[in-house]
């Protein structure tokens, strides 16, 4: 199911629940990919969860949605334009509320679950407006510290889970910038899993699978 109704366009799989609030799965794809991607992994999800993914606001040539626009100059050094993060940041966060309202979900069991770009965004949301996010599931991203409102240390973490993967191969996005997440998260307070493996920038079936079992462990 697409809609165009809230503030992002998403595609959805309903929960299996009708009795109840739903948990939700807010789904945050990478950097020139779009909404479809990440859902492919809908049907392999607990049926219980609300499964939403979402497609990023920035239109990319020839195709590809992007959160934040990414250049490079002629030495090849990578730039990231931090004012359309912040923006995608905040309007991911209203997002939330959206999905709550609209789709019934339950506002104490919010997963945002991010690929690279999107992971960086789903660690920015979550540190940034802890109170709207139970648990981020952050594969080939980092934690990029200058997308975090400011006094974010100050927040309640008392209810957020985080697990954190990436590929030791990975060309896109460097491992070490990935190493520094759990114990920047456990500094915090956050209960943190971090796991590595032998891949580039990508999710093997391994990767998924040890997500699955992190979900089912609440």
């Given amino acids: 199911m697409t809609t165009k109704d809230l503030s992002l366009e998403h595609v959805l799989r309903p929960s299996s629940l009708t009795k109840e609030k739903a948990p939700a799965i807010i789904m945050l794809h990478g950097y020139g ?9 809908a049907p392999e999800l607990d049926k219980k969860y609300l499964v939403i993914s979402v497609k990023a606001p920035i239109p990319m040539q020839p195709f590809g949605n992007a959160w934040y626009a990414i250049t490079y100059d002629p030495g090849n050094n990578k730039f990231t334009d ?40 789903s660690y920015a949301v979550a540190l940034s407006y802890p109170e709207k996010v139970n648990r981020v599931v952050g594969m080939s991203g980092y ?14 973490f008392s209810n957020l889970k985080v ?3 990436h590929g030791s191969v990975d060309e896109v996005v460097p491992v070490e910038w990935d190493r520094k997440t759990k114990p920047f998260l ?33």
Avoid: C
């Fill in 33 to 41: 990919s779009n909404e479809n991607d990440l859902f492919s992994f």
């Fill in 82 to 121: 931090d004012e359309q993060a912040m923006v995608s940041r905040d309007t991911i966060a209203q997002f939330i509320d959206e999905v709550v309202e609209s789709y019934n979900a339950d506002p104490n069991q919010i997963t945002l679950l991010g690929f690279s770009q999107g992971a960086i965004l």
């Fill in 186 to 218: 456990e500094n915090l307070g956050i209960e943190t899993k971090y796991s590595e493996f032998p891949i580039g920038h990508g999710v093997s079936p391994e990767n998924f699978r040890e997500v699955q079992q992190w979900l089912a462990k609440g």
């Fill in 143 to 156: 934690i990029h510290q200058t997308l975090l409102k400011e006094n974010y240390e100050k927040g309640d």
């Fill in 163 to 165: 697990y954190s993967s």
